[in-house]
């Protein structure tokens, strides 16, 4: 099907994508690792529960762990070898996790769910479940709970829009394996029973979108490169038209929307019988010698990663030395000698995306089901400048794509007035996109600010949707469900301009 174009939406930022450094870079598959962690803790809801103990022999593609509860997800082992410790680690987010560590004995014996071959609906959500398959953009969200909406729903979308700086990893899926995605795509639209695809990808990548013209089901969409397009709510009004309000779900409004990653892990699952325990992510940034695109298993450590990668960019620093020396007349003369050592480029370290992402004290972290970038920033591109104080420009607010008021937020999260953060800067409607940090000329960690009042929020049981947000006066702000996106660019313009 020939692509179409997506609307636009009012708001959000123009970013620098730095997809060069890695999109022309064919995935690879990188070697076995010798040890690996999995966290138990790879979904949004509880940690799955072990099946295994220590000292326990697993193959490849092993259930280490049951789900708890609905939006947990099942755990595989990532190689064959043994198990040598069940044990709490803390990850990339501070927090502390359960770990299973498995040594590998280099067998490679495996195994897998017997393949599916025209599977109907049950059969195929089944499965989903089965293979612990989790929303592969980033939010970890089990992919079986989105495959049996509440509410009937008419339309699949397939997010290609991967819209956050330096990540390329889905760019080159949609590349190599437009085929597995597609008929990934087709297994979850029979799963949710409807007939209508759409896979929204952003301009920056047109190779991919000729490579979904070729299906006569799926409905490629071109979107404008607007930061955040990947963000679900955003993606669901440009390539629809339909706005999903605050606290309600894109079922609630007929859409389902699933990364292309998890389409092709869905593919996996149903043709090839493999659970989720694989996943390509992408290594950049100025401070890596060799960018790459990477398959890689769940609980590989970043150091074996950046290793793999050719390991740090380091630079040279050179000081001079100066010498007296003495001449044969016995006159004193000063020469000079250079004295050169070597000094890594890495300013900062992320894990994803450099705008969602989260940043790592340490590269003894472990690849999670959610993990899609590893990032060695240099100095230029991690900008770490000291905050200063608020402006009061409120770019914050004028590139926020959910029209609320950051730093509002920051402002009071900062007294210990949470309620005042939440109800004044409209915090139970932030998607985390960034946009506003990114831009504050003052460099305030307005997303910091974010969490800690979204924190104090879930702490005090305060449901996200009960929080309206309001403007500086005290008027209900608008926000995705009560503004248009894009459509009333005009009467957004008129208020921002009168407020
Ligand atoms: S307030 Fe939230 S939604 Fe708005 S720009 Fe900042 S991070 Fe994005
Ligand atoms: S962009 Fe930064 S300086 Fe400007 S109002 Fe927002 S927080 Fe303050």
Known sequence: MKAIKGKPFFSGIHLRDNKSLSCGQKAETMPLPQEVYISLSQSLGKPAVPKVEKGAKVREGELLAVADGAISSNVFASIAGEVVDIKPLPCANGETETYVVIKGDGSGEKVTLPPLSAPDAEAIKERIKDCGIVGLGGAGFPAAVKVSPRTPVDTLIINGAECEPYLTCDHRLMLENAEEIARGARYIAKALGVSK???????????????????????????????????????????????????????????????????????????????????????????????????????????????????????????????????????????????????????????????????????????????????????????????????????????????????????????????TAAKLGGTAACIECGA?????????????????????????????????????????????PDKELGENQSENEKENKNG
């Not at 940090?437 to 104090?456: G, H, N």
């Open 436 to 480: 506003c940090e990114y831009v504050c000329p003052a460099k305030r960690p307005l997303i910091q600010a974010i969490r800690k009042t979204k924190a104090y929020l879930r702490g005090k049981g305060v449901p996200a949707p009960a929080v309206k947000p309001v403007d500086q006066k005290g008027r209900s702000a608008p926000t995705v």
């Open 197 to 419: 695809i759409i896979i929204g990808i952003e301009a920056n990548k047109r190779d991919c979108i000729a490579e979904f013209e070729k299906f006569d089901d799926i409905q490629p969409v071109l979107l404008k490169k607007q930061y955040p397009m990947g963000s679900e709510k955003h993606l669901i009004y440009v390539t629809t038209g339909r706005k999903v309000g605050l606290g309600k779900l894109p079922a609630d409004h007929g859409v389902v929307v699933q990364n292309v990653a998890t389409a092709f892990a869905v593919c996996e699952a149903v043709e090839k019988g493999k659970p989720l325990y694989e996943r390509i992510l992408t290594v950049s940034g100025g401070a890596v010698k060799q960018p790459k695109n990477l398959w890689v298993r769940v609980g590989t450590c970043v150091k074996d990663i950046v290793d793999y990668c050719g390991g740090e960019v380091t630079e040279l620093i050179i000081k001079k030395d100066l010498q007296t020396v003495k001449t044969d007349a016995d006159n004193q003369t000063e020469t000079s000698k250079n004295r050169v050592t070597e000094k890594s480029a890495v300013k900062k370290v992320v894990q994803g995306g450099p705008m969602t992402g989260v940043a790592l004290a340490t590269y003894d972290v472990y690849v999670h089901k959610t993990t899609a970038g590893i990032l060695l920033l240099d100095k230029k591109e991690a900008a770490a400048e000291e905050p200063t104080p608020c402006l009061n420009c409120g770019m914050c607010a004028d590139v926020c794509p959910m029209h609320i008021m950051p730093m509002q937020t920051a402002f009071y999260s900062a007294a210990g007035d949470f309620e």
